[in-house]
């Protein structure tokens, strides 16, 4: 590793020239390396980041939310926010991810017009600056595109000024078949300029138009932008449909081994500015490509383990883990230093390109119009074949759960505790949507006027109204929230729920799914088993091999078990973590 700045100038410059070995730079590699340090304001004293370093422990539990998920008359909504989080998570969350909270065109924020802006309406930067104080702040970083309505998209289209070569164009006539995304509008976007009629490669939306890293001035632009948000008190970068990032006409332009190295490069500038910082990709791509993103413990610090949702959304509504357990099985280990960021509901629906090669057809399709009954959209993209795929499906978690395949019951909320008790049980940081904590269902009202099929999920809570539903014993609201809480306030103190601890996966037939855990010191063991079943199911202890000289609790309700060779009878959709060492 880098001892002192010139070392680390040279390992920049060796992943510059990697970036950017066929393409004829308006100056030299050691030019744009300096120009690059200076943005990051690297000093000549910088402390070394330890290799292989785990920058989370048992106790991170992120909340993810937007800036106005909830409102209150004459506040600003980050000041309600913080409110809330005060108030009722009870020192229980201790990181925060506000999406997108810069002004923005479309996307819900995801289409940004200023990067430098808090969007005015939310707030300033210090009350972001005032969040990042509490708790440990992610912030997007939306790195592939950004608003047409932007500074240095208008300057595009004047051809002059910030901005002006700042975007990826192509030609109709190009062979761009190949390209993978996850839409099904037009790639290109015709736009007139002052230099004549351009096509401007737009992955998502023709509101969110892709920039081209090609230019150093792009890259040099975001190390600026990532400068500024580390003075404002981020401590983990999401990178933001990152794996688009790099494009070459003529083929697929996904995870292409640019984008791999862009990644890498703006680590090494992070760690040896904040080493703390943590960077997490964000790909809603196939398990085996979403791997990659970890590289060789230098790449990302965190992958989305997006492949999470729609497995245990399909084995909760089915009463069969096969597919969760078999997916699990597989899944590699997190070596020291990465980790698996765990959510099983976002701003954004349940994925399905995660689940290819997971999931048959079949069930896939099962599991769509189970969605689809339950009050679910359905939103597509175009496969390789030219065929409409279906790729997300917008649900709210607590309406995607409130049933199985054969309808909705009275399951619904112990069905939706047991997907969080298991999410919360595994290898990973977990990540709780605010929409999930709080148990809000479909917002077809936000659907209907948006006409977008994601606002089904993104509802805008009063906090008056909010607080008179969580103060009382007896709203769904505050009945999950309370639970959400008690499973959280356990889950925080079991060095064995550790991000990196020991997992195994469990064998105990279809309707049990179970794993162990065991903490880095070996000292605690806790075997997480939950009923996926509407059924009730007895789980023998003698197959679990418990250590008969430990003395065994059942932490969620915190029962001693006296005979390790009896039976425990589950109820439906409960879950047990047994464990050999209670930390209170």
Known sequence: MPATLDELKHKVELQLSVIYENIDLPMTITELTQLLVDEMNIPNNFVEPVPYTNHWSEKDMMLITYGDSIVEPDQKPLKTLESFMDTYLNDKINSV???????????????????????????????????????????????????????????????????????FTADPSDDLSQ?????????????????????VWCTFSHDQVDLDFRNPHVLIAFVSIIRQYLNSGVKVFRLDAVAFLWKIVGGPSINLPY????????????????????????????????????GNANEAHCIYNFSLPPLLVNSLITGDCTYLKRWLMSMPPAQNGTCYFNFIASHDGIGLRPAEGLLSDLELNTLVNTMQNFGGRVSWRTADTGEQKAYEINIALFDALKGTIGGEDKWGLERFICAHAIMFGLEGIPGIYIHSILGTPNDYEKLKNTHHNRSINRHRWDYNLLKEQLDSDYTSHSKVLNRMLDLIDIRTKQPAFHPNATQYVLHLGLQLFGFWRQSLNRKQSIFCISNVSDEKVELRLNELNLIVTDDWVELITNKNIENTATELELMPYQTVWLTNHKNE
């Open 179 to 199: 390209v993978v995304r996850p839409r099904t509008s037009p790639l290109l976007r015709e736009t007139e300029t002052a230099e004549g009629t351009k096509y």
């Open 97 to 167: 991810h506000i999406l997108p909270f810069f002004p923005y065109s479309s996307d819900d924020g995801f289409s940004v017009i200023d990067y430098s802006s808090v969007n005015e309406s939310l707030g300033d930067w210090q009350d972001i600056e005032d969040i990042a104080d509490k708790y440990k702040l992610m912030s997007d970083l939306v790195i592939n595109h950004c608003s047409s309505r932007s500074a240095w998209f208008q300057n595009f289209i004047k051809g002059s000024g910030v901005g002006k070569d700042y975007f």
């Open 259 to 294: 984008t791999h190295e862009v990644i890498r490069l703006l680590r090494t500038l992070i760690e040896h500015t904040e080493p703390e910082t943590v960077i997490i990709t964000e790909t809603n791509i196939p398990n085996t490509q979403n791997l990659t993103y970890f």
